[in-house]
């Protein structure tokens, strides 16, 4: 059985949880002030801003999403990693310095500096408010897909403790908790990857392995009834028949002769006897009859060099057509323009001292990042190969791999990925509650506030969100989180990259310019997503065929729309004044 709760498990993953939401309380009160509450008082450390950066970045998209996406279709899911990687080097050269010398505590700051002007302020806090929203969804997602294995409890139930936690963690100590929290799950995370990569590597490749439905090819089928049961084979689901794993090596190459197994393998050896090798690995097909929906999980047997080379995923690499290469490329400059623009990740750069702090703990950041993604690698391909996959979930690939060696490390592994989530969710959660409180309640409204009311104001906006999290994350449950996180990647990038980049770069750029540019780039990417053909089929229901957009990802379009835009309004409008464009 592939899901099953154990006593040590549950034990381990309440002391995490219990162990952060205590955390949180005790620096409480380190964050009573707004410049506490909403930067940490500048205070930060900018090495331990820099492995809060990765525990920030690093979310269930990178550890659940990323390793699921490679289990399942092979390299194409680790050019996500070289795509958020990749994102880095413009925060690094363009974002780290000035970003830190225009702002205060939140994005919108940076952007209306020089100019103290209300439409910059609203339209970039609603663009905050937006991008927070659909990386949020992803998050709880993950914890829900979490929960179920781990204690027993139904996918609603797991969002809905990820969102009590996280909105406790926010409210309790704001930034000063979230960094703490951050800073502990990026170097957990890190760390253990790096230790369950060893042990793939030292366990090396199997022959079937003797895992429970390896030598099964038949398909078994997922049926979900108008009520909502779930059956398999036209059985109840019941942990006695429960989805059986397939995912493991059909044959090694002709070198290890009649061996099932290889023995400990080096990183590269392990990456060519991979490639020689034959693998069964899942197909799925979707199904609509009058009983209701249902998909097929079928085993087939495929070569290791077809799971490692591009296009298993990306039809953009090797179909051919210009509509598939649009779209991966569109992808692909959305997570390399998007890093810098995500306001959880921006208002980080506020919690530490100077400019020279920032660009340290950005390198830190990379560095940490950069590891973890090349570990992605090797946690995606183990989870393919391992006996322990779940054909029904991708998002579940490295916790059950995890599984695989043992149900302690299975614990240590899930409550890792769930603080991963919960590092991330608190960022986000107070990029919202920054938005909201500080840019739209006291800047863009002219609410005057004392620095108390300023706090209590971000915790109820907080617990809002919060409460949005947990419905979102219920509503999106069947997606994979690594696709939903490239949703809020082509918002950030077309509302707030143009405007950040020809702030800092073009001294003709005036107020109107970078209202109309956030306005139209967040518009015309939500639009674009709404009307996608991905949206049509996973959210709507409908055929892909009723869309009216060409291809699915915005980026190629919407990104330079946004530059456009703000040259076009900046020229029509009067210049900046010698002191704006001087601050």
């Known amino acids: 059985m592939i899901y099953e709760s154990s006593p040590v498990a549950i034990a381990i993953f309440a002391s995490f949880v219990v162990g952060v939401v205590g955390l949180s309380f005790w620096l409480g009160r380190k964050g009573q002030s707004a410049k506490g509450y909403y930067a940490a008082h500048g205070e930060i450390h900018w090495f331990v801003n820099g492995i809060a950066f990765a525990g920030d970045y690093l979310s269930a998209a990178s550890f659940l999403g990323i390793c699921g996406m490679i ?37 919108a700051d940076a952007l209306d500096a020089r100019f103290n002007s209300r439409g910059i302020k609203l339209a970039v806090a609603i663009s905050t408010l937006i991008v927070s929203v659909f990386y949020l969804i992803p998050q709880m997602v993950g914890a829900g897909h979490l929960i179920v294995p781990l204690l027993g409890l139904p996918h609603a139930v797991g969002v809905i403790l990820v969102g009590v936690a996280v909105t406790l963690i926010v409210v309790t100590a704001g930034m000063v908790s979230t960094t703490w929290v951050q800073f502990i799950k990026g170097s957990l995370l890190v760390f253990f990857c790096g230790v369950l990569t060893v042990m793939i590597l030292g366990r090396g490749l199997e022959v079937n392995a003797g895992r429970p439905g390896a030598e099964d090819l038949s398909p078994q089928v997922r049926t979900v009834t108008p009520a909502g049961t779930v059956l398999i084979n036209g059985q109840p689901q019941t942990a006695e028949n429960d989805l059986r794993s397939v995912g493991t090596i059909h044959s090694l190459p002709d070198r290890y002769g009649a061996a099932r197994e290889t023995g400990p393998l080096r990183p590269l050896a392990y990456l060519s006897t991979l490639e020689d090798s034959k693998i069964i690995t899942w197909s799925a097909k979707k199904h609509q009859d009058e009983q209701g929906s249902h998909t097929t999980y079928t085993p087939t047997i495929r070569e290791g060099k077809d799971l490692l080379k591009p296009g298993g995923y990306f039809k953009g690499l090797s179909s051919g057509t210009l509509t598939d290469r649009l779209n991966f490329a569109s992808l692909m400059l959305a997570l390399f323009c998007g890093t810098a623009s995500l306001p959880h990740i921006l208002i980080r750069y506020y919690t530490v001292k100077d400019a020279a702090a920032a660009r340290k703990s950005t390198v830190v950041g990379i560095a940490a990042i950069g590891g973890f993604y090349v570990l992605t690698l090797y946690l995606g391909l183990g989870a393919m190969t391992s006996g322990y996959l779940d054909p029904t979930s991708s998002n579940m690939a490295a916790p059950l791999l995890a599984k695989s060696f043992s149900e302690t490390l299975f614990a240590v ?48 906006a907080a617990v809002g969100l919060g409460i949005a999290a947990m419905a979102l994350g219920i509503l999106f449950r069947n997606f994979n989180v690594s696709f939903l996180v490239g949703w809020a990647f082509h918002i950030a990038a077309s509302a707030n990259l143009p405007a950040l980049v020809m702030l800092l770069f073009w001294p003709r750029t005036t107020k109107q310019g970078i209202t109309a540019a956030v306005t139209v780039g967040m518009l015309s990417s939500l639009g674009w997503i709404l009307l996608s053909a991905d949206t049509f089929e996973k959210v709507y229901g409908l055929s892909r065929d009723a869309s009216p957009i060409p291809f699915s990802q915005p980026g190629l379009v919407t990104i330079p729309l946004g530059f456009v835009v703000l040259v076009v309004v900046s020229l029509l409008t009067p210049r900046p004044t010698p002191q704006q464009v001087a601050t």
């Open 413 to 460: 592994i899930s409550a890792i990925a769930f603080t991963t989530v919960l590092g991330t969710v608190s960022g986000l959660i107070m990029a919202g509650s920054g938005a909201v409180a500080h840019d739209l309640i006291e800047n863009c409204c002219g609410v005057t506030m004392t620095d108390h009311e300023k706090v209590r104001a971000g915790k109820i």
């Open 71 to 107: 289990a399942f279709y092979g390299y194409d899911g680790f050019l996500y990693s070289i795509g958020f990687l990749a994102g880095w080097i413009v925060a690094l050269f363009v974002i780290a310095e000035p970003i830190k010398a225009l702002g205060k505590f939140t994005f």
